[in-house]
């Protein structure tokens, strides 16, 4: 990993990520939002992402929108589902509940099929609803649920989705770029996802991979002006390459070197097995230091680990925070009410070679903290 000497730390959190010193390199020009150039960077950024989808025959395109992550995923709830419509939710955490937020701030009529936060979504009752209840006209699901780092069943969910007729709707915010995903092969409607997670660029835009003929129909169905899907995509089109309102230009083009990055490193494949890999020699050395990890093997993304506090009742989460981030690594805290855990991401810039540092220095702060337990009167 490359660490240039202005970052003082890795991130090994679930996103914005460590990125590579030509991303951060590319953001240092200025660009003119409606120069040809600058146009020309955004619809190869929109190719990129959409043949990243699968897609062969032109039947997708890539919307990309200002603002974090939640911004695209509001935006397509709030355009794609139309007066009179109703969505279900599957749910096994933070991100899922936060769709639901959204339907009730925008009052969008909702049904939400919550799950255990240690397990994929459960397709069966997801089915029972959706037979009761004729008025749902979309389903809505997260991809790999960052609060815990659990894979959800996503062919199961499309399957399920396409055998009803309704409309999909799948966060894949966490997971599109480390993840092999035929959203097109699958028949997804709208995928979301974002610049600063898997894809290694840096945070300020979103963006939503959709069928085309699904959006077409989303004229003036939106609740919000700046966060109208298809209005955004209408004039990306219209004036190919051209954002309705002031465009993220570093952002942009830092995704853009991204994006080339990723093809270089072997596309997909490649970087699903580097994060796998570095997920399994982190994994590895924290059981052989003594931690457990909360989601069950078979549920477990390579993403993202969720590990229990130890039952030493001595452990500060805090203090082992501090200390792995003077030795230049930061972690996340956990995510969950009833559990004490923390979480350590295995995504961005990051190869098993760091992890093993990170290994290192937390079998130096277990050594530290015995040495000064044994001390104390
Ligand atoms: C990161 C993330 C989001 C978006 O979060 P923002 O903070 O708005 O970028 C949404 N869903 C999932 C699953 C995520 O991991």
């Known amino acids: 990993?490359?660490?240039?000497?202005?970052?003082?730390?890795?991130?090994l959190t679930p996103g914005p990520v460590?990125?590579?010193?030509?991303?951060?390199?590319?953001?240092?020009?200025?660009?003119?939002?409606?120069?040809?150039?600058?146009?020309?960077?955004?619809?190869?950024?929109?190719?990129r992402l959409t043949w990243l989808a699968g897609d062969e025959d032109g039947a997708y395109t890539t919307v990309l929108l200002q603002g974090s992550g939640t911004f695209a995923v509001e935006a397509t709830i709030g355009t794609a589902i139309p007066p009179g419509g109703k969505l279900l939710i599957l749910e096994n955490g933070a991100y899922g509940r936060r769709m639901a937020r959204i339907c009730r701030v925008l009052r969008i009529p909702a049904a939400?099929?919550?799950?255990?936060?240690?397990?994929?979504?459960?397709l069966e009752q997801a089915e029972r609803v959706l037979r009761r209840d004729?008025?749902?006209?979309?389903?809505?699901?997260?991809?790999?649920?960052?609060?815990?780092g659990v894979i959800n069943p996503l062919k199961e969910f499309a399957d399920l989705v396409r055998t009803y007729g309704k409309i999909?709707?799948?966060?894949?915010?966490?997971?599109?770029?480390?993840?092999?995903?035929?959203?097109?092969?699958?028949?997804?409607?709208?995928?979301?996802?974002?610049?600063?997670?898997?894809?290694?660029?840096?945070?300020?835009?979103?963006?939503?991979?959709?069928?085309?003929?699904e959006l077409?129909?989303?004229?003036?169905?939106?609740?919000?002006?700046?966060?109208?899907?298809?209005?955004?995509?209408?004039?990306?089109?219209?004036?190919?390459?051209?954002?309705?309102?002031?465009?993220?230009?570093?952002?942009?083009?830092?995704?853009?070197?991204?994006?080339?990055?990723?093809?270089?490193?072997?596309?997909?494949?490649?970087?699903?097995?580097?994060?796998?890999?570095?997920?399994?020699?982190?994994?590895?050395?924290?059981?052989?230091?003594?931690f457990r990890i909360l989601v069950p093997r078979a549920f477990q993304s390579p993403v993202i680990t969720t590990f229990l506090y130890?039952?030493?009742?001595?452990?500060?989460?805090?203090?082992?925070?501090?200390?792995l981030k003077r030795a230049g690594f930061v972690i996340y805290p956990g995510k969950l009410t009833d559990v004490d855990t923390f979480r350590i991401g295995t995504i961005g810039t990051v190869t098993p070679e760091d992890i093993?540092?990170?290994l290192e220095a937390l079998r130096h702060f277990q050594s530290v903290r015995l040495r000064n337990s044994a001390y104390r009167p």
């Open 356 to 358: 093993q540092a990170l």
């Open 1 to 11: 990993m490359d660490i240039s000497d202005d970052n003082p730390y890795l991130l």
């Open 18 to 47: 460590s990125t590579s010193p030509g991303v951060r390199r590319a953001m240092l020009r200025d660009w003119c939002t409606w120069d040809d150039d600058y146009k020309e960077l955004v619809q190869d950024v929109r190719r």
């Open 168 to 213: 999909s709707i799948v966060d894949g915010m966490s997971s599109f770029g480390g993840i092999e995903i035929d959203i097109s092969g699958m028949g997804i409607d709208f995928f979301i996802s974002s610049a600063n997670k898997c894809l290694q660029g840096v945070p300020g835009l979103g963006f939503v991979i959709a069928r085309r003929d």
């Open 134 to 148: 004729p008025a749902i006209t979309h389903l809505a699901m997260v991809h790999v649920e960052t609060t815990t």
């Open 310 to 323: 130890p039952d030493d009742r001595d452990f500060s989460f805090p203090d082992m925070y501090m200390f």
């Open 216 to 290: 077409a129909e989303c004229r003036g169905r939106a609740r919000s002006l700046s966060l109208d899907l298809y209005d955004q995509w209408r004039e990306m089109e219209e004036g190919r390459g051209k954002w309705r309102f002031t465009s993220p230009t570093h952002a942009v083009r830092a995704l853009h070197q991204a994006l080339q990055e990723l093809a270089e490193e072997g596309g997909v494949p490649a970087r699903n097995r580097r994060y796998r890999e570095n997920q399994r020699v982190l994994v590895e050395g924290m059981e052989r230091l003594g």
């Open 112 to 122: 939400i099929v919550s799950g255990s936060e240690v397990l994929p979504c459960d």
